[in-house]
T-cell receptor, first 113, second 109 residues
Framework: ETGVTQTPRHLVMGMTNKKSLKCEQHLGHNAMYWYKQSAKKPLELMFVYNFKEQTENNSVPSRFSPECPNSSHLFLHLHTLQPEDSALYLC????????????FGSGTRLTVV | DAKTTQPPSMDCAEGRAANLPCNHSTISGNEYVYWYRQIHSQGPQYIIHGLKNNETNEMASLIITEDRKSSTLILPHATLRDTAVYYCIVSGGDYKLSFGAGTTVTVRA
């Protein structure tokens, strides 16, 4: 347990479904991040939140919609995904922007069928 | 464009030191060197970071050359549980960690 909890651990969804991934940290961190890791590819930064405000959207398609209601929680809402969106989605947090002691969760393994 | 270059894979013997090289010839003055590792199907784990001085913690040591164009991560006594992908990352100030392909380290008994 790293202090960053992601749920669910595994998710299978159809292309017409709507689902949400949840990330929670109680480390007192103020910055939270979503990363995507596709098979045999490096991790890709998707979104950055700093004190609940989105500060980075790395050209992510609109079928991925993040939400950060407070500094401890981060969601990734999914709708009308494609099979190529199947990947490991990782959440991370850090104490402040520029502090690189990122703590990652264990990820959600998403399969789109 | 990649900021770091790492060998794709390396083997090491259990109980021996593992020395993982990383080249970052275009590193700028305010950029740090970070090391993370990812054990299969888990999230990356922070190991260590440094600016220009050598660093040591309970997990590893980081040796940065004087010109800062390369560094070496040292796992002093590798165990089977150290088998993972190790990422060397150069970054500074913009709170973005960009992961490359890393080095797949296999520790053999």
């Amino acid at each position: 347990e790293t202090g960053v909890t992601q749920t669910p651990r595994h998710l299978v969804m159809g292309m017409t479904n709507k689902k949400s991934l949840k990330c929670e940290q109680h480390l007192g961190h103020n910055a939270m991040y979503w990363y995507k890791q596709s098979a045999k590819k490096p991790l890709e930064l998707m979104f950055v939140y700093n004190f609940k405000e989105q500060t980075e959207n790395n050209s992510v398609p609109s079928r991925f919609s993040p939400e950060c209601p407070n500094s401890s929680h981060l969601f990734l809402h999914l709708h009308t995904l494609q099979p190529e969106d199947s990947a490991l989605y990782l959440c991370a947090s850090s104490q402040e922007p520029g502090n690189y002691g990122y703590t990652f969760g264990s990820g959600t393994r998403l399969t789109v069928v | 464009d990649a900021k770091t270059t790492q060998p794709p894979s390396m083997d090491c013997a259990e109980g021996r030191a593992a020395n993982l090289p990383c080249n970052h010839s275009t590193i700028s003055g305010n950029e740090y060197v970070y090391w993370y590792r990812q054990i299969h199907s888990q999230g990356p784990q922070y190991i260590i970071h440094g600016l220009k001085n050598n660093e040591t913690n309970e997990m590893a040591s980081l040796i940065i050359t004087e010109d800062r164009k390369s560094s070496t991560l040292i796992l002093p006594h590798a165990t089977l549980r150290d088998t993972a992908v190790y990422y060397c990352i150069v970054s500074g100030g913009d709170y973005k960690l960009s992961f490359g392909a890393g080095t797949t380290v296999t520790v053999r008994a």
